[in-house]
């Protein structure tokens, strides 16, 4: 049965290679993450197991494509960032998108019980992605902003909407009523007259997302002395060695200032 | 904090609706697996468990996604057929694909204890994915002959191989060179003369793969008898429902001949 | 000056291959020819010295592009469909539509004089292109279809209008508002009772457009006899030698109805 | 005849919108054109007419797309630079090429008669087209330099040849084979040692090409008085009224050094 008569289907396959010299950004969004978080009884507005568990797969992800100098996320989902010249799966975007959001599927289930315990995972979820190229900086520092601004927009509705429901005994459409139109300080205010919050102090995980990026860490390892060195106590039979190793770090800060790319200068050089 | 300044950067995003009236064939390939396959010390040259879990994921998948006609799956890969009417996410290829992908990775996990039992998954696997498009079904049973080409070749030449190195004790390095430039024919007689073995009579899952197709199946339930009707033993409080149901079924046989495509017309008629 | 330092630039370029297996409709539209014909002073509603210059360009482009097996044209636009098989310009859409745009736009320029004799050409036309792939013969009638229908539906109001503006002295507001919500019906009924005009016996290159195929024709020539045959009245010193030669013909015929294509199996056999 | 029935054929054209903020470069090369160049006896190395012919069709194709911010041309190629933020025919590719293709090869005929003035056209001449996208500015400069430097290689190259064949009587052959591997410094010392030919000093238009960019320039229009003006000596009937108007102007310079661009700063930053 040779197999040369049906190759020729190969032809069909498309190349599709990003543009050289763009910022790659590859989004994952939880699908019906609305329904699974109420099948899960996520606590509203922020579930923090559910975003610990957000941050712990995207940082998988990080761990396998070194070339990501940033990931943004906030909510069901999240947004990693390929340096402009990535080389990986020769820039090919069904490539670099399948196996980020495989692997970041495949990771969410896998440290469930690690965060969830024995909330029981009723059935596997699933993300879509899809592939962006940003060209200037200026531009991928717009797309940050945009979605930071959207977590900061979402999370002072739901503040302010889950208040209303549980501690003042609305009901969902009269919370939604309520908050319909307003304005940023009137829900600022609604939450402080009536409830007593001052949204400025909320957790900065639920008004500014997750922010991941790489930081240069010691790492020290014991090292046998060589044979030859005698032993004493002014000089063991181990030594510490110090080597500088790149992790991910987790941030829950402002990336829409200048601020923060001045203080990772890094991260956009791309060094 | 307005988010319009930053939202023209959703018009770096790109449409990628596939052709219409074109066979949609998504395919996913395990990433590494084969180092996965040796840090799970999957049995070789086939694992059943390993197989059986790659067709649950199948399964879920097209429980997901009514429009896949049939999906076909051998070793570490899986290739989805939609219709080619479909019209599941306006056809964006990047939205298909990625969806399937997720949720054929998160079910690979979700499902590993089910058919491992006691054998600890030591990390997430990923799978990457491509979309590409048939037109013809002449085409796209080519296109599903190649894969099913590809697994005999593959399986009949990994059941030597293995048989070499765990039954007559060679090296990989000699099993590999005894094996190199051989004709099938070659192999069918190495199996039958040194290790008596009819290949022929091997499990057809090894051989053939595995075929999701749907099929109709009598549901039956049990509804309660309209109040106003007497009960008596003619007449019982409960009467069977039979409803006709959609179900995946799976099949390890030849998709390359006609015979498997006369006998389910349905499948490229897409009715 | 070495241009090796440069040349990376060339990998910002992108292949964009036709899918394999479908048919490839390269469609050229006159680029503000509204105004085009009106600083010519085209005849209205057809000038058929216009007409005879686009199937004279099209003719142009055929001859140069043997793969194309039908082309079809109306007012100032003009279809080539190239077979499903052809591999020209290993199928690159942009090469395909960008040559045979350019031929055909300075083949328009270069044959102008012989149809316009002397009426000037004042400047330079344009023409733009896109490309269409069409994966089925129905997909491609359909096409087609679409534009004939479009050919008869313009003609048929156009035909109505000026009739009105120049014959019974409508302005072209009144001879619109007159014919706004008009059934084809109507227009026709229009054109007889009123102008003495049966639309079917009008034309057909109005009412139907232009169909460009091949045919075979007979081409004769004359060959000198071989130095040793005797001349005489019966083995004279020159034979006619008949070769079957494929010529583009144009014809002016229905190409919705079966009719057409049961004609000519050929066009969409390919062969 | 309805024409909705067929009209779902539109939903097989493809949007190929170019990605937003990039400049769009359109280039092309005529098709066949050492053929064309032998068929109309171009003069050898360079034809001065063929070289103005070219820069007046691009010069059409300037004054037509005012988004065009330079232009450069060197034998039988002319790329056009789109300002990163043109919006014209929504950025889509196939429009935006397929239009500036048409133009140019229609404005070569058209202009033909007025440089090579009794050499008649023997056939209609094409072009093919192609787009490609470039990020940043340094990959335009690049992008421009590598068709500069091409230039300048094939320039001094064919002075070589032309010589040898021309002057010292070689065969092209032999031409080819004296040329083969040599450096540019064997070549300039080949034309001043063999034929007192100073590379340096030979026309720019042939070593450097065509630039084509904006001027401003003044233009003086006639405007009548008002009326009610007395009209005297010393106030006429008319004034000069100066306008400033861009204007496509050509250069034959360095456009890979700075100073180029330090000049002609508006190119680049788009103003």
Chains 1, 2, 3, 4 share one sequence.
């Not at 396998?64 to 990535?86: C, H, M, P, R």
């Not at 990986?88 to 670099?96: E, G, I």
Request: glycine content about 2%.
């Amino acid at each position: 049965m040779a197999n040369s008569k049906f190759e020729y289907v190969r032809n069909f396959e498309v190349v599709d290679k990003c543009l050289p010299n763009c910022w790659i950004v590859v989004r994952l969004d939880g699908k019906n993450f609305h329904r699974f978080s109420d099948d899960h009884e996520f606590v509203k507005p922020n579930d923090d197991r559910a975003l610990d568990l957000m941050k712990k797969s995207a940082e998988n992800v990080m761990n396998e494509f070194k070339d990501v100098v940033i990931a943004y996320g906030q909510s069901d989902e999240f947004s990693f960032v390929l340096k402009k010249t990535t080389t990986q799966f020769s820039r090919r975007a069904s490539k670099l998108m399948s196996n980020m959001v495989s692997l970041f599927s495949s990771s969410f289930v896998y440290h469930w019980k690690d965060v969830f315990d024995h909330v029981p995972l009723l059935y596997p979820p699933a993300f879509d992605g899809r592939v962006v190229l940003y060209p200037s900086d200026q531009n991928l520092r717009d797309y940050l902003s945009w979605r930071q601004a959207d977590c900061h927009i979402n999370n002072l509705y739901n503040t302010c909407f889950w208040s209303l429901v549980q501690d003042a005994g609305c009901s969902p459409k009269d919370a939604e009523e309520k908050l319909k139109g307003s304005f940023s300080s009137d829900k600022n205010e609604l939450l402080f007259s009536q409830f007593g919050i001052n949204y400025n102090t909320l957790p900065e995980m639920h008004r500014k997302g997750s922010v991941l990026i790489w930081e240069m860490k010691d790492e020290i390892t014991l090292q046998p002395q060589a044979k030859t060195s005698a032993v004493s106590d002014t000089n063991p039979a181990q030594r510490e060695i110090i080597r500088q190793r790149r992790r991910v770090t987790c941030l829950h800060v402002d990336i829409i200032r200048d601020d923060f790319w001045n203080k990772h200068p890094e991260i956009l050089s791309g060094t």
